[in-house]
């Protein structure tokens, strides 16, 4: 995995994931990468600082392991796929009601994701490719 600093034509900056840079390339020339904050398709790779090393005497705090994080939120959430709005609202509500329902990952549209959010439904982006999405 490797992510980028991006940037769209409303100097919107965010990152994201994806499985190599030819993957980045490829979905950049579809025209499958949008802003987050205002679906614009015009988007570059934002300047981004280059990663220095710490000291070799600092505690160093080791990297995620990817694939341990999929496997756990994988094991522990629902795959809703394009669901994911409704789903996430109708577990917000049993949870409200008392209830300890799974977590659910998924696609949302930006506009779901702002209602979500602005309904203080908490919301994040994966770092992976949900696997409903293996197709697309």
């Known amino acids: 995995m490797i992510v980028f600093d991006l940037s769209c034509g409303h100097q919107h900056r965010f990152e994201a994931w994806f499985g190599s840079s030819?993957?980045?390339?490829?979905q950049q020339a579809r025209g499958l990468i949008r802003c987050p904050v205002c679906d614009d398709a015009r988007i570059e790779k934002a300047v981004m600082a280059p990663a220095v090393s710490a000291k070799g005497n600092r505690d160093m705090r080791r990297t995620p392991d990817l694939k341990?994080?999929?496997a756990e939120i994988e094991a522990s959430c629902d795959d809703v796929g394009p669901r994911f709005a409704q789903e996430?609202?109708?577990r917000a509500a049993a949870q409200e009601a008392g209830e300890s329902p799974r977590g659910c990952i998924g696609q949302a549209t930006v506009a779901e994701v702002l209602d979500l959010v602005s309904d203080d439904i908490p919301v994040a982006p994966l770092p992976f490719r949900p696997n409903s999405?293996?197709?697309a």
């Open 133 to 135: 999405m293996a197709d």
């Open 68 to 70: 341990a994080l999929r």
């Open 22 to 26: 030819a993957d980045y390339e490829s």
């Open 88 to 90: 996430a609202r109708k």
